[in-house]
């Protein structure tokens, strides 16, 4: 064994997220069957957070 992440290369058994049917992103996850970009399976509607908006300030100088 040597230093580092050398155990890192055998990462690629199994994977748990597949291409998304909706976004086309690789973010649907098999077993919790939703995906993780656009909440497809968990949603109807598109996923979407309200981060990093600039509230609007009715304010008039
Ligand atoms: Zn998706």
Redesign the pocket.
Known sequence: MTKGTSAHGKKSKGKNFIR?R??G?P??HIRKKK?S????GKTPRMRKYNTNKKKKSNKRI
């Open positions: 998304c909706r976004c992103k973010a649907y995906c970009s656009c909440g497809f």
